[in-house]
């Protein structure tokens, strides 16, 4: 996790349970200049050496190195500095990229927010990622759905950019399907409602303290029966608009 330097804007919370040693899920937030933060969510598919090989390329790809991405931002050749690349953008290149893997069946979704953290403006993209929780200040949490295929299946997939303008007060969560399609010993998934229901209940409580409530109640949803999937979870709580 590569947390940018002296953000007082925002407040940040996350967990990562991986089912096995390896895991196939990854996610990172980071500084892309000084006034945008971005993060991503990653989940591929299956589980043990080549799921997790498999991530951990895709997480060097994406993740800025000494705080430059050539698939994050692009420099204008004309002196002018740079330019953020648009989400939508960034996944049409890992789209062309990693085409479908046939031999070991490999795909991945994947979800990239740019948060400008001045302006509060939420830019963002999903290839086949579960919906993300939005909760407003003064409203309930309700899951937007973003359509889109995981990266690799279409050579044209059409991905597009969403925006979503943000409050003081404000949280996002961000998760894999880990959390919603967790069993339990009768065989029932945890879903979408049940992780609405305790993340209002909660929503009281501090960032950090909301999310551990949420894995203790998934846990506790769970309970005898073994996690079959990595489950990772990305909160951000909106503090100022500077």
Known sequence: MLLPLEVTLQTFAWVFNPCEEL?????????????NLGFYSIDVSGHGVSSSLYSFALSKIISPAFGQSPLLKR??????????????????????RFPLDITSKHYFTFFYGILNIKSLRFRYVSAGHPGFIFYGQNSRPRIIETPGVPIGFMEEPGYSEHSLQLQPGDRLYIYSDG??????????????????????KRGSLSLKECVAAVIEDVESWSAGNKQSDDISLIAIEMLSCG
């Not at 500095?81 to 989400?87: D, E, F, K, Q, R």
């Not at 959390?179 to 209002?200: P, V």
């Open 23 to 35: 895991a196939g899920d990854s996610f990172n937030i980071f500084r892309l200049d000084e006034e």
């Open 75 to 96: 420099y204008d050749n004309s002196g002018q500095g740079y330019i953020l690349l648009s989400p939508a953008v960034v996944a049409e290149y890992l789209n062309i």
């Open 179 to 200: 959390i919603t399609e967790a069993l339990n010993l009768k065989d029932e998934e945890y879903g979408d409602k049940r992780l609405i229901l305790i993340i209002g």
